[in-house]
Nanobody, 123 residues
Framework: QVQLVESGGGLVQPGDSLRVSCAAS????????MGWFRRAPGKERELVAT???????YYADAVKGRFTISRDNAKNTVYLQINSLKPEDTAVYYC?????????????????WGQGTQVTVSS
């Protein structure tokens, strides 16, 4: 069982940068594929980025070049750095963990979810 707790969201202005974090419980964090999703108002949840246990990353086309996913296995934490924030980045950002080693890096199937952290981009 893995518990995920996101933090770091808030109200920011267009063009700002923000880093959201996800702290995981459990001793097997380093073996999990981790992902970030977001759900914007009135829209479906969408996959933003993933990172494998070995550090390989994947990004949705909409965020390539502005978002960076990273992990610190010593701290059981995964991060999402968001640069050049836009109003359309406004969403609840969710962290997720995948404990099934056979799933592809781009799979949207995850086993554990956090509660989410709100990011609002507005002037």
């Amino acid at each position: 069982q893995v518990q995920l707790v996101e933090s770091g969201g808030g109200l920011v202005q267009p063009g700002d940068s923000l880093r959201v974090s996800c702290a995981a419980s459990g001793r097997s964090f380093s073996t999990y594929r981790m992902g970030w999703f977001r759900r914007a108002p009135g829209k479906e949840r969408e996959l933003v980025a993933t990172i494998s246990s070995g550090g390989t990353t994947y990004y949705a086309d909409a965020v390539k070049g502005r978002f960076t996913i990273s992990r610190d296995n010593a701290k059981n934490t995964v991060y999402l750095q968001i640069n050049s924030l836009k109003p359309e980045d406004t969403a609840v950002y969710y962290c997720a963990a995948d404990g099934r080693f056979w799933r592809h890096l781009t799979s949207t199937e995850f086993d554990y979810w956090g509660q989410g952290t709100q990011v609002t981009v507005s002037s």
